[in-house]
């Protein structure tokens, strides 16, 4: 063990595609003694002549580390490969980065406790090249004291949040996150769709964009809080008024051949908060529309 390595925790990275090469690399980068296994071989190799140590088999992998990260496409990948090697991870923490449903998250945690593994599940919100920023959120949830534990070590990978003890909630958060993330891209393409229409180049709109988003999100978190009182007071801005202003957006729309199903969408949310007589209550309140009241 050279300099580098003195103190720092050895950690396993089974799976390796874009982004448990990602990871491992991160590790790498912080000197921890990085094993790794991928299913296809030949995807260890780079990282391998980093100087992470290629195990033969998952349960070498699993031996060689007290953290194991695992990241491969899905659950179902993530129980074939660790199912057969439950009584080597017994006592090791399992970091599990896969995405999933909450469902799974807490169906792999059952599982874990079942066999005397350490888990904690996670949600990665960056793509590779955002990996080893702490600027990026990695969501962690299951087991607060684990986190506590492994802390100097994930943070190498971004920040770590804490979700608390309920396994289920960093998948939760991830796809909320996600939900989110696709809704402002929609809006933004369909706005940068509606300016290039006339000519605006997308990186000169999208300065402004990103300047309304801090606005944007300003409004959340006061809508934050009436979501939590359960009232929807339209001081600001009623539903009525905004009824109003998405006309002019599907109007400049139709004009320039611009796809209208997503104000066309919005529209059709703001008109079920109306018809239920809340025209004079603020967007907040569409949340009740979601909720199917
Ligand atoms: N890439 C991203 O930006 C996102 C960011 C947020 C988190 N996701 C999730 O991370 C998981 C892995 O995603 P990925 O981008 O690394 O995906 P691929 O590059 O396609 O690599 C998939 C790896 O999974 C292995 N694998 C698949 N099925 C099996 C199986 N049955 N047994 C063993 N390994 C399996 C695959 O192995 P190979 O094809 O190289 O042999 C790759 O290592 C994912 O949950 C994202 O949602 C990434």
């Known amino acids: 063990m050279n300099a580098r390595h003195m103190n720092k925790q050895n950690v396993t ?35 391998v002549a980093r100087g992470a140590a290629r195990a033969a088999t998952v349960a070498e992998a699993v031996e060689a580390s007290g953290l194991v990260v695992v990241c491969v496409l899905d659950y179902p990948a993530v129980g074939e490969l660790l199912a057969p090697v439950a009584a080597s991870l017994r ?44 600027s990026n959120m990695i969501l962690y949830a299951g087991a607060p004291a684990l986190l506590d534990e492994h802390r100097s070590t994930l943070e190498v990978l971004g920040d770590p949040v804490d979700l ?4 289920g909630l ?6 909320g996150l996600l939900g989110l993330m696709w809704s402002v891209f929609g ?3 369909h706005a940068t769709a509606l300016v290039g229409a006339d000519g605006v180049a997308a990186k000169d709109f999208t300065a402004l964009a990103n300047r309304w988003l801090k606005t944007v999100s300003w409004f959340m978190t006061g809508y934050a809080e009436q ?17 109003a202003a998405i006309g002019h957006l599907l109007h400049a729309g139709e004009a320039r051949g611009v796809d209208d199903r997503l104000p066309g969408l919005h529209l059709e949310l703001m008109r079920a908060a109306v ?19």
Do not use: C
């Not at 399992?94 to 909450?102: C, D, F, H, I």
């Not at 990665?124 to 920023?133: A, K, L, N, Q, R």
């Not at 960093?170 to 796809?175: R, T």
């Open 13 to 47: 990275v089974i799976g390796l595609g874009q982004m448990g090469r990602a990871l491992a690399e991160a590790f790498l980068a912080a000197g921890h003694p990085t094993t790794v296994w991928n299913r296809t071989e030949g995807k260890a190799d780079a990282l």
């Open 91 to 134: 006592g090791r923490t399992l970091v599990n980065l896969t995405s999933g449903s909450p469902e799974q998250a807490r169906a792999e945690a059952k599982w874990a406790a079942e066999h005397g593994i350490g888990y904690l599940d996670g949600g990665i919100m960056t793509t590779p090249p955002g990996v080893g920023d702490s």
């Open 164 to 167: 608390g003890p309920d396994a």
């Open 170 to 175: 960093a998948s939760l958060y991830d796809a």
């Open 187 to 189: 809006g933004w393409l």
């Open 227 to 243: 979501i939590d009182a359960g009232e929807y007071p339209g001081a600001d801005a009623t539903i009525d008024v905004q009824v």
């Open 275 to 293: 018809d239920a007589g809340h025209g004079g209550d603020s967007y907040a309140r569409i949340i009740e529309v979601f909720r199917g009241k």
